[in-house]
C-alpha cells in the first residue's frame, strides 16, 4: 500500500472513529446544556445499546427488532436514571459536583450489572450488510463504516430541524439562554431535564448498536468511548453542538493517524494529550465559549 493510501486509510479510520464520538458528545453537550450537568454514565449507554441488541438477537428477533428493542430499554433506563437519582438530589438542592457524582455511581453500577449478566466474554453483532469491503484510492472501506457515518448525518440533520423548526426545541434553546427567564414564559426545566436524559440515552444505544459489528462488545467497552466523547465535547466548546460534531471527528482523525504512524499503544493516549493541550491552550474549546447560567 503506497503512502497515500495508507493516509486515506487513516482518515476513513479516523472518520469512522469520529462519528461516534461526536455522537456520544453530542448527547454529552445537550445533557449539559439543558441540566448544567454532565452525564458521565452516558458511555454505559453505549455498552447496554451493544450488549443488549445482541442478547435480543441471539434471542431469536429479527435484526430491526432488536436494534428497536434496544434502544427503547436505554432510553427507559435513562429516564429512570433522571426521575430517581437526578430529580430528587436536584429537588434536595444538591450542587452540581454532587449530580455529576451522581452520573459517575450510575454509571459504575450499569457497568457492574452488565458485568454480572454478560461476564468478561466480547461479543459481536452481525454487519448490517452483506456487501463485501471496498477500496478507494487504495484504501479499504467496509461498508459498516459507511452506516456509522450515515447514522451521524442523519441524526445530526435531525438535531437541527429539532432545535431549529420544533417548539420543543425552541423551549430547549429559550432554557439554555435564561432558565428563569424560560420559567417565566412557561417551560418546565424539569421536563425538559427528563427528555434530556431519555434522549440521549437512546441516542448511546444507537452509537453502541452501529459500532458493535465492527468492535467486540464487553461490559466495559462504554467507558474509554464516554472519556473519548467528553474529550470531544470539550474539544469542541462545551456548550456547542457543532462544536462537539467537530470535536469528535477531529479526535478521530487524531487517534486513526495517532496510532497508524507511531504505534497502537497511543491510541488512548490521544485523547488525554488533546484534553491536555485545549485545556492549557483554548479552554473554551475551537468552537464555543465556556458559560453557564447560575
Not at 183 to 192: A, E, F, S, T
Not at 238 to 247: H, K, R
Request: one cysteine or more.
Amino acid at each position: 500500500m503506497s503512502l497515500e493510501s495508507q493516509l486515506l486509510q487513516y482518515l476513513i479510520s479516523g472518520l469512522t472513529l469520529g462519528s461516534i464520538y461526536a455522537l456520544i458528545a453530542i448527547g454529552l453537550v445537550v445533557t449539559f446544556n439543558i441540566t448544567g450537568i454532565f452525564n458521565l454514565a452516558l458511555g454505559e449507554f453505549v455498552t447496554l445499546g451493544a450488549l443488549v441488541s445482541i442478547a435480543l438477537y441471539a434471542a431469536g428477533l429479527p435484526l430491526i427488532a432488536a436494534f428497536a428493542l434496544a434502544v427503547l430499554i436505554a432510553a427507559a433506563l435513562g429516564a429512570v436514571m433522571e426521575r430517581t437519582a437526578i430529580h430528587p438530589a436536584r429537588k434536595a438542592n444538591a450542587t452540581i459536583l454532587t449530580l455529576v457524582i451522581i452520573t459517575i455511581g450510575v454509571g459504575i453500577a450499569i457497568r457492574g450489572a452488565s458485568l454480572l449478566i454478560w461476564g468478561t466474554h466480547p461479543y459481536i453483532l452481525p454487519s448490517f450488510s452483506e456487501h463485501a469491503p471496498f477500496t478507494v484510492g487504495g484504501a479499504v472501506v467496509i461498508p459498516q463504516s459507511l452506516w456509522i457515518l450515515g447514522l451521524a448525518v442523519v441524526c445530526v440533520a435531525a438535531l437541527f430541524a429539532f432545535f431549529e423548526f420544533t417548539y420543543l426545541g425552541k423551549a430547549v434553546r429559550a432554557c439554555v439562554m435564561n432558565r428563569t427567564a424560560a420559567r417565566l414564559v412557561g417551560i418546565n426545566p424539569q421536563r425538559l431535564s427528563l427528555a434530556a436524559f431519555t434522549a440521549t440515552g437512546a441516542l448511546g444505544a444507537l452509537a453502541g448498536i452501529f459500532i458493535a459489528p465492527i468492535t467486540f462488545a464487553t461490559y466495559d467497552m462504554g467507558f474509554m468511548l464516554g472519556l473519548k466523547a467528553f474529550v470531544a465535547a470539550i474539544l469542541g466548546g462545551v456548550t456547542n453542538v457543532p462544536g462537539a460534531i467537530v470535536g469528535g471527528f477531529l479526535l478521530g482523525i487524531l487517534e486513526a493517524f495517532g496510532v497508524g504512524l507511531v504505534g497502537s499503544g497511543l491510541k488512548d493516549a490521544v485523547a488525554m494529550i488533546v484534553m491536555i493541550l485545549v485545556m492549557l491552550i483554548r479552554p473554551t474549546g475551537i468552537l464555543g465559549a465556556f458559560r453557564r447560567e447560575a
